[in-house]
Structures are given as C-alpha cells and as structure tokens.
C-alpha cells in the first residue's frame, strides 16, 4: 500500500490492491490450479498452496506515476516487510514480488531484481542496495537500511535472488481494462459490461470475505467455476441476476415505502405474518428492478417478458379455480382467509413457471406475483376483487 495517509489515497490504494489481485488470480490461474490467493495474510497478496506462502506481494499504488529509485520509500519500506518475514533467509521460501504502479530505471535496483529475467543481475542489485543503504538520509528509511547492512551479504543475495519487481503495474482506474482482457476467454460478446461488472461483484464480496477473515483465501478452480456460472448465466436458457438481495435494514425501508399497496392489502387480507408483508414487499421490489435491468441492457425483450406474465397469470388462473372449488358455497370469512393463504403460500414456492428454462431464482417469480397483484390481475383471497373495488373507493 502506499502511505499517502489521506483517507482518499488510502481507499484507492485498497481498492487498488483487491482489483489487482484479481487480475493476478486471472492471468495466473492456469499454471496454478492447485493453489490459493490470500489478502492480508501473509501478505498484501499471496499465493499458498495448502495454507503455505509460495508467493508474496507487495502492492503500491501512485496517483502519479514515477522513478523507483535505490533510495525510494517503496523500496525499502518493502524490502523492511520481508526482512521482518520468517522467510527472509530461507533460499527454499516463498518468492517476493513488489508490483509497483512506478517504473524502474535502468540501472537501478528495482531494474536488477525485474521479473524481465534478461534484466535481471541480482549481484548488482545487492550492490546498489548497499551504496543506497549506506550513502542515503532519508529518515523514513533509516531502520530498514540499517537491517540490511546488520544481515550477512550471503543472507542479502539469497533474500534478493526470490525478489521479483513488477513495475508499471496497472494504476487503478486501469486495472478494470486489464481484467477485461484477462476474461476475454468468457465474456458474453453483446454484454460485456454488464458481465464485467457481475465478475466485479462477485470478486467484491469474496475480497471483503477474505479481509474481514470469514474465509481465508480464494482457490484457483473456485474462482474459474464462478466465472463459468456467471458467464452460463447469459446462455439463451438462462439470465443472469442483477439485483442484489436486500438487507433486513433495506427490507423494512421498502416495506414502509410500500405499506399502502394493493398487493401488500392482498397479502394481509388472507393474513400474511409480518415476516411475509416485509418480504413481499422485497420481491416486489427486486422484481421489478430486474426486469427494468434485463430491459435495458437488451438481455430479453418486452414480448418475451409479456409473455412470462400470461404464463404466471394463467398458473394462477389453475390454482384459484381449484381453491373455489373446495371451498364450501357457504364458506365463511375464517374459512376463505385460509384458502386464500394455503394458495398464496402455494404459489410463493411454486417454480413451474420460470421466464427461462434454467432461470430458477425464486424472487422473481414471487415478485412478478405481487406485481400482477399490484395490477389487480390475480389476488390470494376468494374475494380480492370486490375487495380491491373496495379499496379503490375508500382511497377516493
């Protein structure tokens, strides 16, 4: 990370640092199927293979780009991570990389130690390193040239030998181009936004995942198969999810929005729970922030989404005409409330109706539901019709 101490500088810098492991995770998956990437843990970013370091990183982003110097803070600020590592002298440990938004001169140390092996001269580099150590007076770098001059020239050239610098890395408002590059093996032709941008959720919620340490790293052949799923998803039998679900915060501010609908009146005219208003409301929401999303992003059309609607109407149609059929002619109010909920709860879980054949998230279906009964075209209780005429008379 970089220390701009401003809370600015500081978000992109993290922001950086998580889009950048993902690039890492999708040029360098293929050669490592057997392996992990972590955050923070061993680490700014590292690759393990059975909870064991194979690789560290070190991750700098610059605002504006420059020289990475023989005395530059990066540099030995880094070189202060790994000589603080348990691997530092182990010619057998992890390698070491410092990607760096900087560009290394020729001629420098950052220039010796380059992952470009036909730059590499790690005995130069070592010499360098020394002169810097000796020669410079920059405070901020003084304990970690101090460390280096104390270790043994033999315990340097085997520390620098496993160090590998990746200069003019992607800056960050680069790195979303680079990982479009890294998917183009998946991506959708006529959807590549919205693909990315799907890929990008999912890596956000993984990340944080990681950095909050309710998992602890990201295998290889996971992230590959969440890519295919996601990338499945825009397949002619299926769609992919847009819509986020909603929070139990975000739950109660919708259902408060939408307390006086007709749909939310049919809900609680065959006795809906709370719990089920709050989540009627959500998939009514959800629902229709969906189709409005597959609308414009040209994933269906207006015909095919009418054409679910008839389908969902016409599956309850069935359902209704069954529940009257049961119902006794002189059923009282008790009698029909269950009814009517025995065929909301019915519907609620039903997905023989899907808008496409692998299509199977079941938000949607409900919510579509509460749509059509927003638009007074189906309804739970026996009477919602006279009930919904009712009601229209009583908001006059």
């Not at 070190?58 to 540099?75: E, I, M, P, Y």
């Not at 692998?358 to 009477?383: C, I, Q, S």
């Amino acid at each position: 990370m970089t220390e701009d101490h401003s809370a600015a500088a500081s978000a992109v810098g993290y922001s950086h640092q998580t889009a950048w492991a993902l690039l890492e995770l999708l040029r360098q998956a293929p050669e490592r199927p057997d392996q992990q990437i972590t955050l923070e843990m061993h680490d700014d970013v590292a690759w393990e293979r059975d909870g064991v370091p194979l690789e560290l990183t070190q991750v700098k982003h610059h605002g504006k780009a420059g020289g990475l110097g023989d005395r530059s803070d990066d540099l030995w600020r880094t070189l202060k991570v790994w000589m603080d590592s348990a691997y530092c002298n182990d010619s057998e440990g992890p390698l070491m990389g410092l990607v760096t938004t900087n560009y290394a001169k020729t001629g420098t140390v950052a220039f010796f130690l380059s992952s470009d092996e036909t730059k590499r001269n790690t005995a130069k580099a070592v010499k360098l390193l020394d002169e810097a150590a000796l020669d410079s007076k920059n405070s901020t770098t003084a304990k970690a040239r101090a460390q280096w001059t104390a270790r043994t020239a033999s315990n340097n050239l085997r520390l620098a030998d496993r160090i590998r610098v990746f200069d003019s890395s992607p800056a960050a408002q680069d790195v979303d181009e680079a990982v479009g590059r890294a998917l183009l093996w998946a991506t959708p032709s006529e959807h590549k936004d919205t693909f990315l941008g799907l890929v990008t959720r999912w890596w956000n919620r993984v990340s944080l995942d990681i950095l909050t340490k309710r998992r602890t790293a990201i295998a290889t052949l996971d992230a590959q198969r969440e890519i295919s799923i996601i990338r499945d998803s825009f397949s002619t039998d299926s769609l992919p999810t847009l819509v986020e679900p909603l929070s139990s915060e975000e739950e109660q501010d919708v259902f408060t929005s939408h307390d006086d609908r007709a749909f939310v009146h049919q809900v609680r005219w065959v006795g809906g729970t709370p719990t089920a208003l709050r989540k009627a409301t959500a998939d009514y929401f959800r629902a229709i922030s969906q189709g409005t999303l597959w609308l414009d992003t040209h994933l269906i059309g207006m015909s095919e989404l009418q054409v679910y609607e008839r389908n969902i109407r016409d599956e309850w149609e069935r359902a209704f005409d069954e529940m009257e059929q049961d119902l006794p002619e002189d059923a009282d109010e008790n009698q029909k409330r269950a009814a009517g909920l025995n065929l909301f709860r019915r519907l609620q879980s039903s997905l023989s109706v899907s808008i496409r054949r692998n299509y199977t998230e079941v938000f949607y279906a409900r919510g579509k539901r509460h749509e059509l009964a927003e638009r007074h075209m189906l309804g739970w209780h026996p009477d919602f019709e006279s009930k919904l005429r009712q009601l229209t008379v009583d908001s006059e």
